[in-house]
């Protein structure tokens, strides 16, 4: 299983990064490579071409209806409808009524054809090809869950991503992420007193959970532009005793 970050920038994209979009590459027992997007927030789309062709996405997955998280999809839905070598489409998972969000984005009454959209079922478990993907809600003010890729490693045997989508502290979420090979998990505000609870993590309760969770790697994301990477680093590194970095674009990792 191969990770690329494409946008990391959270709340809003930044002068150096999309908002939310991670590629995860996956080849199964014949060769063929599996290829599925978690988010397409604001700007996203762009750089994803870099990596790989929107149109062949086998599919994509959505933590929440937040724009800095699905917001690409309006364009996306575009993409591939119009697109000169003939219309495709690529299935979505996300909360329920992100039909309805991408057809307002969009401006038109219905989604299209391009972009069928699963609601997410805590519990009902996603086939991709080589992988399986679990959700769990977490802690944010719409629904909002984060996800746990599980598939081939490239090391043979198997690997876990989990995604923490945007989310404060919750059980829901260590438990998810229980040991797993990377954990990507969004650090967007610094710990302050009296700072804003049920929205976001901090670098240092990310490190909390990640510690909590016996993942193997950290890779810290959705940093704000106003907010310095390091300092977040910094706060999860008090807490968390495993390897860990920021994302930054064009971050790959293979697992
Ligand atoms: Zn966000
Ligand atoms: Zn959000």
């Given at each position: 299983m191969r990770l690329t970050v494409v946008g990391c920038s959270g709340s809003a994209p930044g002068a150096a990064s999309p908002a939310s979009c991670y590629l995860v590459e996956a080849d199964d027992a014949d060769g063929r490579t599996w290829r599925v997007a978690l988010d397409l927030g604001s700007g996203a789309l762009g750089p994803l071409q870099r990596y790989a062709?929107?149109?062949?996405?086998d599919a994509i997955l959505i933590s929440h209806s937040h724009a800095d998280h699905c917001a690409d999809l309006a364009v996306m839905d575009v993409y591939l409808k119009y697109h000169p070598d003939g219309e495709a489409s690529v299935p979505v998972h996300g909360p329920f009524g992100l039909g309805g969000r991408i057809a307002e984005l969009r401006g038109v009454a219905e989604t299209t054809a391009a972009l069928p959209v699963t609601a997410w079922q805590p519990g009902a478990p996603v086939t991709v090809g080589p992988l399986t993907v679990t959700c769990a809600a977490v802690a944010h003010p719409v629904p909002a869950y984060a996800m746990r890729l599980t598939g081939p490693s490239e090391s043979g045997g198997e690997a876990t991503l989990v995604y923490s989508g945007d989310t404060d502290v919750c059980d829901g979420l260590a438990e998810l992420a229980w040991?797993?090979?990377l954990f990507l998990c969004e650090a967007s505000f610094l710990e302050e007193e009296d700072g804003p609870r049920g929205l976001h993590l901090t670098g240092a309760r990310a490190g909390a959970v990640a510690q909590e969770a016996s993942v193997g790697r950290l890779l810290l994301t959705h940093?704000?532009?106003?907010?310095?990477p390091n300092a977040i680093v910094a706060e999860a590194a008090e807490q968390f005793t495993g390897p860990l970095q920021a994302a930054h674009p064009g971050l790959r990792r293979s697992l």
């Open positions: 062709d929107p149109r062949l996405l040991g797993a090979d940093v704000p532009p106003w907010t310095d």
